[in-house]
């Protein structure tokens, strides 16, 4: 427990000042383009190559990447270092060749991503953005290898900081747009030198990115020699393995698609209710398990993977629960303050420049129904975890594809339920209730592949903090009836006061309840920052 702390409290510093800076990022952008036609146009553009990235590297990264070179460091006479040369310099020689033809195939993805017409405003300043910005995939691919080496050493510094420098990057180039830029977030006036500076602006960011995780790589005595011996990288392994991750991969980003054209023709119809809306609650609700749970499992992915690898299956039962426990004990009452404070959030951060209040409020709403996703998605990624660790790839494709059916199919029906201007909130409840069930599925397999999880002790555990965080929530909800009855609506001022008393104050009233509880998870956390603060 102690190590797993120590850790994810590394991992948890760098990646909440990442994620913090992203707030900036998002709000500047907001603030530059707005969240209507520009700003839906960047995001599509912006989406492509992280869906691409994910069919073919991110999944396999965290799947079988991290659990094969494991292996080779334990196996191989040298440590792996030659095996992750080889891994290194294919991947490199790949991304280069797919960012090359995505670049060429800009039109046909953007047609893929959106209901625009060819030839339509949207669509043309979505292509040309596209093309600026798809470069970055062989950067961003090669950073991630990299990060995923650096992790297999128990180094989780650099991979978790090197977004900040992105983010720091990208910050400044929507700033200088802002004072440059000629067509601020009308889409009619914005020019082909407007759209370099968004697009070139946000593939240097991922540029720094990648820069820093090398440096970080050589630090710690990686020295980088190209090796093209394919035959040598156990590709036939890797595929043999990696197929059906790539399958789930396949899966999910179909079902992202879908949800990019539904919000895509809301948007249409309601300008400022399609993609950009979905996109940046997107990213606040991804906030928590960003700084939380990915700093939890990265900690564990490699401990679980040795454990299995030594057949000490008490350790992973252990290791899961550790992690299930500690990511929920901050997870639960997180996800009740989004339910309640969604607009309160987004305003202060949206409502300004090209983007109004009324826009920033419907961010704030949809982050609001997001906020039922938060603890089964954030369950959902361990239990995938628990059978990668077995090198089985094969069950979360049939998981993966059973809970993107039941999500694409909640969408399509509430997307012809709802009036357009609720569209895009019926896409995060169809994602909330979609993993709801796929985590009931997957707990469900994972607990016979491994005997048991502990169901019942996780499960009094979760009612213990769901109990402790339920004043945290009244507190929140009574500051905002007062609030916006005192002052008639939330403004930026008033936001933050319901912040300051709903969220700041109400964080502080769990952790004294969690507390005088007793929930373990609470008081590891309390008692380390506590100790942080005495030094």
């Given at each position: 427990?102690?190590?797993?702390?120590?850790?994810?409290?590394?991992?948890?510093?760098?990646?909440?000042?990442?994620?913090?800076?992203?707030?900036?990022?998002?709000?500047?952008?907001?603030?530059?383009?707005?969240?209507?036609?520009?700003?839906?146009?960047?995001?599509?553009?912006?989406?492509?190559?992280?869906?691409?990235?994910?069919?073919?590297?991110?999944?396999?990264?965290?799947?079988?990447?991290?659990?094969?070179?494991?292996?080779?460091?334990?196996?191989?006479?040298?440590?792996?270092r030659a095996y992750e040369q080889r891994l290194l310099t294919i991947s490199t020689v790949a991304l280069v060749v797919v960012a090359a033809v995505a670049v060429l195939a800009a039109p046909l993805l953007i047609d893929l991503?959106?209901?625009?017409?060819?030839?339509?405003?949207?669509?043309?300043?979505?292509?040309?953005?596209?093309?600026?910005?798809?470069?970055?995939?062989?950067?961003?691919?090669?950073?991630?290898?990299?990060?995923?080496?650096?992790?297999?050493?128990?180094?989780?510094?650099?991979?978790?900081?090197?977004?900040?420098?992105?983010?720091?990057?990208?910050?400044?180039?929507?700033?200088?747009?802002?004072?440059?830029?000629?067509?601020?977030?009308?889409?009619?006036?914005?020019?082909?030198?407007?759209?370099?500076?968004?697009?070139?602006?946000?593939?240097?960011?991922?540029?720094?990115?990648?820069?820093?995780?090398?440096?970080?790589?050589?630090?710690?005595?990686?020295?980088?020699?190209?090796?093209?011996?394919?035959?040598?990288?156990?590709?036939?392994?890797?595929?043999?393995?990696?197929?059906?991750?790539?399958?789930?991969?396949?899966?999910?980003?179909?079902?992202?698609?879908?949800?990019?054209?539904?919000?895509?023709?809301?948007?249409?119809?309601?300008?400022?209710?399609?993609?950009?809306?979905?996109?940046?609650?997107?990213?606040?609700?991804?906030?928590?398990?960003?700084?939380?749970?990915?700093?939890?499992?990265?900690?564990?992915?490699?401990?679980?993977?040795?454990?299995?690898?030594?057949?000490?299956?008490?350790d992973v039962r252990a290791e899961f629960g550790s992690s299930v426990r500690m990511i929920c004990a901050l997870m639960v009452p997180v996800s009740l303050l989004l339910m309640v404070l969604g607009p309160a959030i987004t305003?202060?951060?949206?409502?300004?420049?090209?983007?109004?209040?009324?826009?920033?409020?419907?961010?704030?709403?949809?982050?609001?129904?997001?906020?039922?996703?938060?603890?089964?998605?954030?369950?959902?990624?361990?239990?995938?975890?628990?059978?990668?660790?077995?090198?089985?790839?094969?069950?979360?494709?049939?998981?993966?594809?059973?809970?993107?059916?039941?999500?694409?199919?909640?969408?399509?029906?509430?997307?012809?339920?709802?009036?357009?201007?609720?569209?895009?909130?019926?896409?995060?409840?169809?994602?909330?209730?979609?993993?709801?069930?796929?985590?009931?599925?997957?707990?469900?397999?994972?607990?016979?592949?491994?005997?048991?999880?502990?169901?019942?002790?996780?499960?009094?555990?979760?009612?213990?903090?769901?109990?402790?965080?339920?004043?945290?929530?009244?507190?929140?909800?009574?500051?905002?009836?007062?609030?916006?009855?005192?002052?008639?609506?939330?403004?930026?001022?008033?936001?933050?006061?319901?912040?300051?008393?709903?969220?700041?104050?109400?964080?502080?009233?769990?952790?004294?309840?969690?507390?005088?509880?007793?929930?373990?998870?609470?008081?590891?956390?309390?008692?380390?920052?506590?100790?942080?603060?005495?030094?």
């Amino acid at each position: 427990m102690s190590r797993m702390l120590r850790a994810s409290a590394i991992m948890a510093a760098g990646t909440m000042v990442s994620r913090v800076t992203g707030f900036v990022r998002t709000m500047v952008l907001a603030y530059a383009i707005g969240t209507a036609a520009l700003g839906d146009s960047y995001n599509a553009a912006y989406a492509i190559p992280y869906s691409i990235l994910d069919l073919l590297l991110l999944g396999v990264l965290s799947s079988v990447v991290v659990p094969m070179i494991v292996r080779a460091q334990h196996q191989d006479p040298d440590g792996g270092r030659a095996y992750e040369q080889r891994l290194l310099t294919i991947s490199t020689v790949a991304l280069v060749v797919v960012a090359a033809v995505a670049v060429l195939a800009a039109p046909l993805l953007i047609d893929l991503y959106t209901v625009w017409a060819p030839g339509s405003k949207r669509f043309e300043v979505g292509v040309t953005l596209a093309r600026f910005i798809l470069p970055q995939l062989a950067f961003f691919g090669v950073g991630a290898v990299a990060g995923a080496i650096l992790n297999t050493r128990d180094r989780y510094g650099a991979p978790m900081w090197a977004p900040v420098l992105n983010n720091l990057v990208v910050i400044c180039v929507f700033l200088a747009y802002v004072v440059v830029g000629s067509g601020g977030g009308d889409i009619d006036k914005v020019t082909d030198g407007d759209l370099a500076l968004l697009g070139l602006g946000t593939t240097a960011g991922i540029v720094a990115q990648a820069a820093v995780l090398i440096v970080a790589l050589k630090r710690v005595g990686f020295s980088f020699v190209p090796r093209l011996d394919v035959w040598n990288a156990r590709l036939g392994e890797m595929t043999k393995t990696g197929i059906w991750t790539i399958g789930y991969v396949v899966v999910t980003q179909l079902g992202f698609m879908l949800t990019v054209n539904l919000a895509s023709s809301a948007g249409d119809v309601v300008p400022g209710h399609g993609i950009s809306p979905y996109t940046l609650a997107f990213q606040l609700f991804q906030l928590p398990y960003g700084v939380i749970g990915v700093s939890v499992i990265t900690a564990m992915l490699p401990r679980m993977s040795r454990a299995v690898a030594e057949e000490r299956f008490d350790d992973v039962r252990a290791e899961f629960g550790s992690s299930v426990r500690m990511i929920c004990a901050l997870m639960v009452p997180v996800s009740l303050l989004l339910m309640v404070l969604g607009p309160a959030i987004t305003v202060p951060i949206y409502g300004h420049g090209a983007n109004s209040v009324a826009d920033a409020v419907y961010i704030g709403n949809v982050l609001q129904v997001y906020g039922l996703a938060l603890v089964p998605f954030s369950v959902f990624q361990l239990l995938l975890r628990v059978f990668y660790s077995f090198g089985d790839t094969r069950t979360p494709v049939f998981v993966g594809a059973g809970t993107t059916a039941v999500n694409a199919g909640l969408m399509v029906l509430f997307y012809s339920l709802l009036p357009a201007r609720y569209a895009v909130m019926g896409l995060a409840l169809a994602y909330a209730i979609a993993y709801a069930l796929g985590g009931v599925t997957a707990w469900w397999l994972a607990s016979r592949r491994v005997q048991g999880l502990g169901g019942w002790t996780i499960g009094m555990a979760l009612t213990r903090m769901y109990l402790g965080a339920l004043p945290t929530a009244v507190l929140a909800l009574a500051a905002v009836w007062v609030v916006t009855t005192a002052f008639d609506g939330l403004g930026f001022v008033n936001s933050l006061i319901v912040l300051g008393v709903g969220g700041g104050m109400g964080l502080l009233l769990y952790l004294a309840i969690a507390h005088r509880m007793r929930i373990p998870e609470v008081n590891s956390i309390v008692g380390m920052v506590a100790r942080r603060v005495g030094r």
